[in-house]
């Protein structure tokens, strides 16, 4: 059974540009959840997903990002118009159903240059 | 609100025993503790659902007061695999989401 997968797991953008990081859950897993991480820092929730629903994206800013997670197909997290403070780690995690485990992804690290 | 960890940092030697507390200023649902090695993603050691249970995995094993809204992690005679940054993640009710406490960092020398 393969692991929380994330593509790329490096990412380069310039100022302005597009960032999409993908997830794929576990087999079997509904919900998604993604985290990000300053160097030498904690976890921050972002935005907590089942199919086709956001349930809670409390953590996301209000502007320039955005998530979904279709029906077919990785979770896609979205960041418009990238600036230098967006440069972090982003994880994803999934679980079967809440409360629950939950299992990390190795990670995207975005750098913006 | 963040849930505070203490200490920020340990350092052990091989074998010496550590404490790692999590202590929230919310009600809580349910502790979740998860070790981090630098550059990897974290790792889940253990959950911790309300009712003051504790639980062990191997040589480490954890306790969660209810009631106090804290909840510690025990490392005992420490290998040098356990050093990383441990995190909790505590959940408020049981909306699924995990807020993740400041981390502490351990370090284990030979």
């Known amino acids: 059974n393969a692991g929380v997968m994330q593509n790329p797991r490096h990412l380069v953008r310039r100022r302005g540009q597009e960032a999409r990081l993908r997830c794929s859950p576990m087999?079997?897993?509904?919900?998604v959840y993604w985290y990000r991480q300053l160097p030498e820092e904690g976890l921050k929730f972002m935005v907590y997903?089942?199919?086709?629903?956001?349930?809670?994206e409390s953590g996301m800013p209000k502007e320039r990002f955005s998530a979904e997670f279709p029906k077919e197909g990785p979770s896609i997290l979205r960041i418009q118009q990238v600036v230098r403070g967006d440069s972090a780690a982003y994880f994803c995690?999934?679980?079967?159903?809440?409360?629950?485990?939950?299992?990390f992804g190795p990670g995207t690290r975005l750098l913006v240059l | 609100q963040q849930p505070v960890q203490s200490p920020q940092a340990v350092i052990l030697r091989e074998g010496e025993d550590a404490v790692i507390n999590c202590s929230s200023s919310?009600?809580?649902?349910?502790v979740h503790w998860y070790r981090q090695k630098h550059g990897e993603a974290p790792v889940f050691l253990m959950i911790l659902l309300k009712g003051g249970e504790q639980k062990g995995h191997e040589k480490i094993s954890a306790s969660f007061n209810e009631k106090k809204q804290q909840s510690s992690l025990y490392l005992t005679a420490s290998q040098l695999s356990y050093s990383g940054t441990y995190f909790c993640?505590?959940?408020?009710?049981?909306?699924?989401?995990?807020?993740f406490g400041t981390g502490t960092r351990l370090q284990v020398f030979p």
């Open positions: 997903l089942q199919k086709e629903n956001i349930i809670d």
């Open positions: 919310k009600a809580l649902y349910s």
């Open positions: 995690a999934s679980s079967p159903k809440g409360p629950g485990t939950q299992y």
């Open positions: 087999k079997g897993h509904s919900h």
């Open positions: 993640g505590t959940e408020e009710g049981s909306t699924d989401k995990l807020i």
